[in-house]
């Protein structure tokens, strides 16, 4: 997740030119001193134009985003949203502050969404499913996307970790009814904290777009001052210098994704002839962003040494095991215990997920690599696995 690797001239530039451009740090308004630059808006068609898809609304966070896209949807108290059990906790606390219930699914080796337990999982209290396309890969959506239409339950993408990842020769993100994306500091691009909502849908981009700008239905033929509302909403804009480093750094996604896929291609050969390592399954439809490289071994106790043996030549992980409890819902007593669900149940329900993590190593793959500390990294890499396996 590199776009802080890259963190440059070009950002120093963009944010420069607002002050030369008088100053303007809000979206909105001070038309006459703002030399006729609107960044929030300008970053919004062009996030839309390379990713593909109608309209993007920028917020201040993913998180936000999730939040406005579950409100967007009409999920109310008591409504039940599916998500998997491997994710970053924003996704569960998006859930959770719209007042609708957390149902968590395992993960099967794509290390997204099992397609088979959410079926299982949907229940006539079910209005949303979403789909987390973890750490570069998607999630198999053509069968959750089969789920969702039989059901008739839209579905949400959590697309924060995969921003540049394809789907059948599209940007992954515009299958869905609505996705959500980050731009906070580890993410692929960054602005130091950001997020964008897309969407092919009017009526779900205007939802979002009031949501997040207290309820103002952008009514141009009224000032500001006296739009138009039809129901309430929350502050979680983007300002003009999120706007402008997003857009310095979406013009160098598709460096950062070329440089992602060709070094961690030198990770994977590097392993691929070892036997016994499970690599993560990949979606045929899916070409991923390479920024993370996962696998596992057969036995804990295997990856556990592993694990050690890295650390020992100081070769760092990303996510799993480091922020583990972060990322794996069965260490989140503290919000399950509010829907009645204990530990005990909570460690049941994310069984297969914990069982597939434990065993699994993952890889940061970074776009810049000091001389030959790539290829040093991977080398040692390998000699760990000949050791162990
Ligand atoms: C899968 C996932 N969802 C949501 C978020 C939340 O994004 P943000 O940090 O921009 O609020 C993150 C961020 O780490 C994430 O990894």
């Known amino acids: 997740m590199p776009g802080f690797e890259l963190i440059g ?20 308004g001070f038309d006459a001193i703002r030399n006729n630059r609107y960044r929030v808006r300008e970053f919004e068609e062009m996030f839309a134009a390379r990713i593909g898809v109608k309209y ?28 998997q059990a491997f994710t970053f906790i924003a996704t569960v606390e998006a859930i959770v502050d719209v007042g609708a219930i957390p149902v968590i699914v395992n993960i099967d080796l794509t290390y997204n969404m099992d397609p088979i337990e959410l079926e299982k999982a949907i229940t006539p209290k079910t209005k949303a499913i979403i789909p987390v396309h973890m750490l570069g890969v998607a999630a198999d959506l053509e069968k959750i996307l089969v789920v969702s239409k039989k059901y008739k339950i839209p579905v949400l993408d959590d697309n924060c970790e995969s921003v540049g990842a394809e789907w059948n ?10 996705c959500a994306w980050s731009f906070d500091f580890g993410k692929t691009i960054t602005c130091g904290e950001g997020g964008m909502i897309t969407t092919n849908s009017e009526e779900l981009f205007k939802l979002v777009r009031e949501y997040h700008d207290h309820g103002h239905q952008y009514n141009m033929s009224l000032p500001r001052g006296l739009d138009t509302r039809r129901s309430p909403g929350f502050n979680y804009r983007m300002s003009e210098m ?101 530990k005990e149940e909570l460690n049941i329900i994310t069984q297969t997920s914990i069982d597939l993590l434990k065993r699994s190593v993952s890889i940061p793959v970074m776009v810049n690599y000091k001389e030959d500390s790539l290829e040093r990294s991977a080398n040692k890499l390998f000699k760990i696995a000949s050791q162990i396996l």
């Open 9 to 28: 001239k070009e950002e120093k530039d963009a944010v420069n030119e607002i002050f030369d451009d008088g100053g303007i740090l809000f979206a909105h």
């Open 56 to 83: 993007a609304q920028a917020v201040s966070s993913g998180t936000a985003a999730l939040k406005a896209s579950l409100i967007a949807l009409g999920v109310k108290p008591g409504d039940e949203v599916i998500t």
């Open 242 to 342: 999120q706007a402008a480093v997003g857009m310095a750094q979406l013009e160098k996604l598709n460096y950062i994704v070329e440089a992602n896929r060709r070094n961690y291609k030198v990770y994977f050969d590097a392993l691929y002839q070892i036997d016994h390592i499970q690599f993560r399954t990949i979606p045929e439809q899916c070409k991923p962003l390479c920024d993370t490289f996962i696998f596992a071994l057969p036995e804990e106790k295997q990856t556990l040494e592993f694990l050690k043996l890295m650390k020992k030549e100081g070769l760092g992980t990303k996510n799993v095991p480091d922020a583990i409890e972060w990322h794996l819902a069965s260490h989140w007593n503290h919000v399950f215990k509010h829907y009645g669900i204990s």
């Open 169 to 178: 020769n599209e940007k992954l993100g515009v299958q869905s009814d609505i």
